[in-house]
């Protein structure tokens, strides 16, 4: 159980494209959804949280016009990168919880290159 | 500010050889403490919760033990399949109630045989 699912698990793009995330969560709804980035040997840094239906809530100097967060349903979130650079070039995960407490179960992560 | 600090950063060991993990953690008011496993390329796997001191959590060769200060995670006769990076995280306490988990940096352990 608890199992989530991110899409595209691998991008190459070329700089200022825009590239969309997708995260579901298969067999439970997920009231709330995270999105990380994580570089090489480091941990997951949290970028923003949201709520479904609800705006989301962006971690101190993350751009929230760079990163665009929409969870529209209990099953899914999406997070573009809009123009995207190569410092945006990185590993993305999101993760999802039903309710306020209790682990966050993680997708498999994108990893998006720029070039 | 809550924070996790994780102890030692990478970890060796022979097939075998039984060792802990230190995970300290710093956080105004424990809702839980979190551990995952991450493999390369991959998101983390979720294995334990723990909510108060004193209490402990088996699976297989790892075990998960929680005080007021620090979490360990010990791992009994590892094999090369435990190989991995594993990661602790806590969620705080807030009145806003829903809150994000903050992670150590993790410890990345290698099993050789």
């Known amino acids: 159980g608890a199992v989530v699912s991110q899409h595209p698990s691998w991008v190459i793009c070329k700089s200022g494209t825009s590239v969309k995330i997708e995260c579901r969560s298969l067999d439970f709804q997920a009231t709330t959804m995270f999105w990380y980035r994580q570089f090489p040997k480091q941990s997951l840094m949290l970028m923003a949280t949201s709520n479904e239906g609800s705006k989301a809530t962006y971690e101190q100097g993350v751009e929230k016009d760079k990163f665009l967060i929409n969870h529209a349903s209990l099953t899914l979130s999406t997070l573009t990168v809009t123009s995207a650079h190569p410092e945006d070039s990185s590993f993305y995960i999101c993760?999802?919880?039903?309710?306020?407490?209790?682990?966050?179960?993680f997708g498999d992560g994108t990893r998006l290159s720029i070039l | 500010e809550d924070q996790v600090t994780q102890s030692p950063e990478a970890l060796r060991l022979q097939e075998g050889e039984s060792s802990s993990l230190n995970c300290s953690y710093t956080?105004?008011?424990?809702?839980?403490l979190f551990w995952y496993r991450q493999d390369p390329g991959k998101g983390p796997e979720f294995l334990f919760t723990?909510?108060?001191a004193g209490e402990e959590k088996e699976k297989e060769r790892l075990k998960a033990t929680l005080t007021k200060k620090e979490s360990f995670l010990h791992i009994t006769a590892p094999k090369p399949e435990d190989s991995a990076t594993y990661l602790c995280a806590v969620q705080a306490e807030r009145n806003s109630g829903n809150t994000p988990l903050v992670f150590g940096k993790g410890t990345r352990l290698s099993v050789i045989a």
């Open positions: 993760s999802a919880r039903s309710g306020g407490l209790g682990p966050q179960h």
């Open positions: 956080v105004s008011g424990l809702r839980g």
């Open positions: 723990l909510y108060s």
